[in-house]
């Protein structure tokens, strides 16, 4: 089935008729439900912040899977705002539209959104190597010399952004963090974020992927933080397979880095109007999402962390 994803025609335009998104975001859309979300992920692709013309087939089906793999897996370690990704679970409204909204639809809680990005570095690539670079720091946290592009760092560590809801992110330090979320949250977000990175990339070295980077999002339900959005996907992460894993260059991947690295190589300023993406770009992406999902996720075996353990 999950094959098959890769093979439909992309949905880059949701139509649900008169149910229209109270937001409407890079991939995903959302519809407010009152104290529930209805999160829906197209097959949109952004990058440097521009949303493209060309849809991935398949991604927003792949990104839901993953994130939902996640979610089910980290239960005892965080909250979260996941409840159901089955359309029977949806509000009646929604019935009509059942097979656009299938596999590619999360009924999620409503929460406070806290406005960073919480990113967690393992290795020392994209806006970090240049702040590296630039500074001999990322977002303020000093790092040894004479590290090389795609080295992995001494201990993984926490770099925030800001949440931009147009145009690019902005690095940040931990003291801007606490400006804007306060100092409470802050620590607690940066120990989240640590835990989480940590436990997910020891497993995912287990299927022969290293995790380089990821973000992750996180609000406030019933008063108490929780991970919000997607985790640990091809969209938020950088994925790289561990046995062509070269430090010194750039690494190949199972995640849009690959079209980053594509429009590299075109006459494009990273502004809108995007460039279309030719279709062998947009087939051997759609293939490295889908292995991503293949190495990540068995769905005859969901993942569960218990008492410090995979199983």
Known sequence: MIERWIKETPVTK????PLKPAHRGKVREMFD??????????????????????????KG????????????????????HYISKDPKDFPKEFQPFSDVLADRSLLVRRAKRLDVECVVRGYLV????????????????????????????PEPIFTPSTKAEEGHDENINFQQ???????EHATQLRSLSLRIYSELAGYCATRGIIVADTKFEFGII????????EVLTPDSSRFWPADQYEPGRNQD?????????????????KTPPGPVLPQEIVNATAERYLEAYRRLVDPERPLRFTGGTWS
């Open 14 to 17: 949701l139509d649900l008729g």
């Open 177 to 183: 963090m606490e400006s804007i979320v306060g100092a």
């Open 33 to 58: 439900l009152g104290d529930r979300f209805l999160m829906v992920a197209t097959d949109r692709l952004s990058a440097f912040d521009v949303i493209l013309p060309s849809g991935i087939p398949g």
């Open 126 to 153: 994209g806006s970090g190597w240049k702040d590296y670079q630039r500074t001999g720091a990322v977002s303020g946290v000093a790092l040894p010399p004479g590290l090389r592009l795609c080295d992995k760092l």
């Open 253 to 269: 991947s199972f995640d849009k880095q690959y079209v980053r690295d594509y429009l590299e190589t075109v006459d494009w300023d």
């Open 61 to 80: 089906k792949i990104l839901t899977a993953i994130s939902v793999a996640w979610f089910d897996a980290l239960q005892s370690v965080v909250p979260h």
């Open 222 to 229: 019933d008063g108490r933080i929780a991970l919000i959005d």
